[in-house]
């Protein structure tokens, strides 16, 4: 007899863990929608060639390739793969679309993506992605880097996670700096960004080191951690950048432009002050961010990571179009974050899937039943008839374990009076109620 267990590096949840991850999942696309955002779904399977946008390196070793038994057994190589993120999907089907698509594009996509990770906690093999991002055509607005933010501060919220602050910060900025040190080779400052990114895991005297290694001068690599470490308000800190003792370059200059309006948007668009922060430490490891870039981090927690992040980029279909598409996106690891507030007990509440049970007392009045579920759905409440005879401890039993609050006891004295006893599972309280009072009673109950 085989064994039934689970894939490595996979999430399988109970019913009452499924109903907490979808209404996460709802919230987030209901989060999306209400900013206008159109969803896409893409296949889980991408050719090799356009997945693959450059050969080897650590990408092509995280990818699960897909070949059929038949394809194996003749010796042909794998064509397809499954698809590592959803920023490749998009950029192939931006650029396949492009002339059916309305700019500036906005989409949202929320699907699983595969990764052949050393499975262990917070890191999975699939998980899903909750992404959006809007594309434009030779150009995009600033004013769009400051809207992402605000659409994930309203779903934050609503997910009732605890606190939480987006910090953001612009890579021109930096690299500006860096040329102004005298860093101008485009592949030497992204090795340097890459060292600021791992700040707050190695700490500022690591980076400092590798800073000098890759051609800074000790001074230079104090006064960039200087800079980069400086607490303050988005108000203060867009100041320093404006007296910086250094003549700032084009790139300096368009990036201090862009935080500057990056900051006016978030406030003409009500976020509160205390959920963004400009946090120029903030680099992301990925090269093909070209300007703002955000983490999100939970107040109380910062040791789960940054739990939804992302940035503009100036290219993003450059591989599979010669059409200009700059954009600015953001992602929400679902998996990752249902699987960390879960093992820290922080999970928010969830509503029930059935609100209510019908219990089977007796059999001769099964129509019954099955009449007064029909009656409560068409009321608009999601109802459960329990269907086959079975003694009644067993049916609580059942709603308990099924997390269903509300439970329905129809006998026959109930049936002669016209009257229902309402079952509140988590008051633990009983009630007869009228047939013409139910539906108040139950939205009552159920907060409906």
């Known amino acids: 007899m085989i064994t039934p267990r689970t894939a490595a590096g996979t999430l399988e949840l109970l019913p009452r863990e499924q109903r907490v991850f979808q209404h996460m999942f709802d919230i987030i696309r209901r989060g999306y929608e209400k900013f206008g955002f159109n969803q896409i779904e893409t296949p889980v399977f991408e050719m090799r060639d356009v997945l693959l946008t450059k050969s080897g390196g650590e990408t092509e070793k995280q990818?699960?390739?897909?070949?059929?038994?038949?394809?194996?057994?003749?010796?042909h190589e794998a064509d397809m793969a499954l698809r590592f993120d959803l920023t490749v999907p998009l950029a192939r089907y931006v650029a396949e679309h492009e002339r059916d698509l309305a700019f500036p594009f906005r989409r949202y996509q929320m699907q699983r993506v595969y990764r052949g990770e050393r499975a262990q906690r917070g890191r999975f093999r699939e998980f899903y992605q909750c992404d959006i991002d809007v594309i434009g055509k030779d150009k995009l607005s600033p004013a769009y880097d400051a809207e992402i933010p605000a659409i994930i501060v309203q779903i934050f919220e609503?997910?009732?996670?605890?606190?939480?602050?987006?910090?953001f910060s612009n890579r021109k900025i930096l690299r500006g700096l860096l040329a102004g040190y005298g860093v101008e080779d485009e592949e030497k400052q992204k090795l340097i960004l890459r060292e600021i990114d791992k700040l707050d895991k190695i700490g500022a005297d690591k980076v400092h080191e590798a800073m000098v290694s890759l051609g800074l001068t000790n001074i230079q690599a104090q006064q960039l951690l200087s800079l980069i470490t400086s607490q303050g308000t988005k108000d203060e800190i867009v100041e320093l950048l404006r007296v910086l003792d250094q003549k700032p370059n084009e790139v300096f200059a368009q990036g201090l432009a862009e935080v500057t309006q990056v900051v006016e948007t978030l406030r003409a668009m009500g976020v509160p002050e205390k959920r963004t922060r400009l946090n120029l430490s903030i680099a992301r490891g990925l090269d093909y961010y070209t300007g703002t870039v955000y983490e999100t981090l939970l107040d109380a927690h910062p040791e789960f990571g940054?739990?939804?992040?992302?940035?503009?980029?100036?290219?993003?279909?450059?591989?599979?179009?010669?059409?200009?598409?700059?954009?600015?996106?953001?992602?929400?690891?679902?998996?990752?974050?249902?699987?960390?507030?879960n093992a820290n007990g922080l999970l928010p509440p969830a509503p029930a899937t059935v609100q209510i049970l019908v219990a089977q007392l007796d059999p001769a009045l099964a129509p019954h039943y099955l009449a007064l579920a029909t009656e409560l759905r068409s009321a608009g409440f999601t109802v459960e008839a329990y269907l086959e005879p079975s003694k009644l401890d067993k049916q609580i039993k059942y709603a308990d374990k099924a997390g269903i609050p509300v439970v329905l006891l129809l006998g026959g004295d109930e049936q002669a009076k016209g009257t229902v006893v309402v079952k509140d599972m988590a008051q633990k309280t009983q009630s007869d109620v009228a047939r013409g009072d139910l539906a108040a009673t139950l939205r009552g109950i159920l907060g409906a």
Do not use: M, W
């Open 306 to 341: 940054s739990v939804c992040s992302g940035g503009r980029y100036d290219d993003l279909a450059g591989h599979y179009t010669k059409s200009n598409l700059p954009g600015v996106g953001i992602s929400i690891g679902l998996t990752r974050l249902f699987d960390q507030l």
């Open 158 to 167: 609503e997910l009732k996670v605890g606190d939480f602050t987006i910090h």
């Open 63 to 75: 990818v699960y390739f897909v070949q059929s038994t038949g394809g194996i057994q003749q010796g």
